[in-house]
């Protein structure tokens, strides 16, 4: 059983204070008999993937070296619907234009309604169609794109960008340039489209943000027989929101909850089975510990290491 816990350290909260002063029982026993194994690290800036999704992705047995994931083909197969079309998901958002660059608003900050985000999309039809795209509504947030436009296309996972100047971000690599102008282009009118789109006046009227923009992302082709795991896997996104939002307390206490659900089931797996893998990552790390066999000396030397909750969430601030 591997459990990877995405935001279990997060650069919004710098303060060692933030994890100092968690109390996480079952993550302690654990740290106490799994040793790391493995440590992850972006080697840029602009890795467009998170490390739990990287994590996810290897798990899968996806090659390593794709700047391609393809999250909403694997959705499809995982709902039964399996497609070698080209997939992507579609989030509508919000741009902040500032003076030298636009900023990315956490989407889930709109609170947009199912009737809004049905709207919109309805209004974005024939555009989409235009371009070769067939997109369904799956939700508020995560409209679902096929076309060939969305092959191979190296989209950044949208936590990479919230919060972030957008352009960096933007598919601009050899591989995507035949699908980056028309995408451009598409941002163009659907900025247009929307400006004076009823549910945006309403929004407005209300003192609401807008939305102006999408951004997709989990885009490519899930090759055939691909996406199985070797054994099961779980990924909570309980700290995502806290850590997103920059709310201390929120994290907090969700990491609380957490220890007591998913790393608990963990620590029991573990009495049961005598194995284990943990996942802990940040924006830009992960470190997997894994129960390994220990000789005497190194039974010793592990309880003199003592590796508590806040060392191991401290390491992976450090690069």
């Not at 929004?203 to 923009?213: D, G, I, L, P, S």
């Not at 885009?219 to 201390?248: E, N, Y």
């Not at 220990?294 to 690069?319: D, E, G, S, V």
């Amino acid at each position: 059983m591997h459990l990877i816990i995405p935001y279990a350290a997060s650069h919004t909260f710098m303060d060692p204070a933030a994890w100092l002063g968690l109390k996480l029982p079952h993550l302690q026993t654990l740290l106490s008999l799994l040793q790391r194994q493995k440590a992850l690290q972006d080697s840029e800036d602009l890795a467009l993937h998170m490390p739990h999704e990287r994590l996810l992705a290897e798990a899968l047995g996806w090659a390593q070296d794709s700047a391609a994931l393809p999250w909403a083909a694997w959705h499809s197969a995982q709902q039964g619907q399996p497609s070698a079309k080209p997939q992507a998901w579609m989030t509508p958002c919000h741009w902040q234009v500032g003076m030298d660059q636009v900023v990315m608003l956490d989407p889930a900050s709109l609170f947009l309604s199912d009737d809004e985000s049905q709207q919109l999309l309805q209004a974005m039809q024939p555009f989409l169609q235009e371009d070769g795209l067939q997109v369904t509504w799956h939700s508020a947030l995560a409209w679902h794109a096929q076309g060939d436009m969305l092959a191979e296309m190296p989209t950044a996972s949208l936590d990479r960008v919230i919060g972030q100047n957008v352009k960096p971000w933007m598919p601009d690599s050899p591989s995507a340039h035949h699908a980056a102008r028309p995408l451009q282009r598409l941002q163009s009118e659907m900025q247009m489209l929307l400006y004076n789109h009823p549910v945006n006046d309403a929004r407005e009227a209300r003192r609401q943000h807008t939305v102006n923009a999408f951004w997709l992302h989990g885009a490519g082709t899930l090759l055939a027989g691909s996406g199985a795991l070797a054994q099961p896997v779980a990924m909570p996104d309980a700290l995502r929101a806290g850590a997103l939002r920059g709310d201390l307390q929120a994290w907090q206490q969700a990491w609380q909850q957490l220890d007591a659900t998913a790393v608990a089931d963990l620590l029991e797996h573990f009495k049961v089975t005598g194995q284990a893998t943990l996942s802990l990552c940040s924006e830009h790390a992960a470190h997997t510990y894994e129960a390994v066999p220990a000789t005497w000396h190194q039974r010793i030397t592990r309880l003199f290491q003592n590796t508590t909750p806040a060392t191991a969430l401290a390491a992976l601030m450090t690069p």
